[in-house]
C-alpha cells in the first residue's frame, strides 16, 4: 500500500488508497477517480473512523452513502488480500488493509491499541475524499472512542 494505489471497489464507487509520506508525517490518502478528489488523513484521523457506527457516519459526513449494516460486516466471514500497513504518530498507532467480506472489498482499519475496527466500502471511502476539516474534527471529539467505554 506505500506508495502504490490499492484499489478499493465495487459497482458503485472506486476508491485508491496509499500510504504517502509528507513533510508532516505519514498520511493516508484516499482517492477518487471518478470524482477527481483526495483526502489525506493522519494516524489519528485514521484511528478516530476505527470506532465510527453507521449512525455517526451518516449524523456526521456530508451527503453520506447509503449505510452499510456494521452486523453484516461483524459476522461475516473476512479474507485479507494484504498484509497491514501500519500508520503511526506520537498519538496514534493504526494498521489498515484491503479485505473482502461476502465478496465485496473493504478497507479494514484496526486500531490495537483502543480495540477498534471498522471496514469502510467503496462508496463511504469515495465519500470521505469531499469531507471538510470541520467534519473530521467532529469524529475526534470522543478522542478514546464513544463515551464511557474507556
Same mark, same amino acid.
Given at each position: 500500500m506505500e506508495d502504490e494505489y490499492t484499489e478499493i471497489s465495487n459497482e458503485s464507487a472506486i476508491a485508491l488508497v496509499r500510504k504517502v509520506r509528507t513533510r508532516n508525517g505519514v498520511r493516508l490518502e484516499i482517492h477518487s477517480p471518478e470524482?477527481?478528489?483526495r483526502v489525506y488523513l493522519d494516524p489519528l484521523h485514521i484511528e478516530s473512523l476505527a470506532w465510527q457506527t453507521p449512525e455517526t457516519f451518516s449524523?456526521? !459526513?456530508e451527503?453520506?452513502?447509503?449505510?452499510t449494516s456494521t452486523k453484516e460486516t461483524e459476522?461475516?466471514?473476512?479474507e485479507t488480500e494484504n498484509e497491514y500497513t501500519e500508520f503511526t504518530n506520537e498519538f496514534a498507532?493504526?494498521?489498515v488493509r484491503k479485505v473482502h467480506i461476502r465478496g465485496g472489498a473493504r478497507l479494514e482499519i484496526h486500531s490495537p491499541k483502543?480495540?477498534?475496527r471498522i471496514y469502510l466500502d467503496p462508496? !463511504?471511502?469515495e465519500s470521505l475524499t469531499w469531507q471538510t476539516s470541520q467534519t473530521f474534527s467532529k469524529f475526534l471529539e470522543e478522542p478514546y472512542?464513544?463515551?464511557g467505554t474507556h
Open positions: 470524482q477527481d478528489r449524523d456526521t !459526513l451527503d453520506p452513502p447509503e449505510a459476522e461475516a466471514q473476512v498507532y493504526t494498521l483502543l480495540d477498534y462508496p !463511504l471511502l472512542g464513544p463515551r
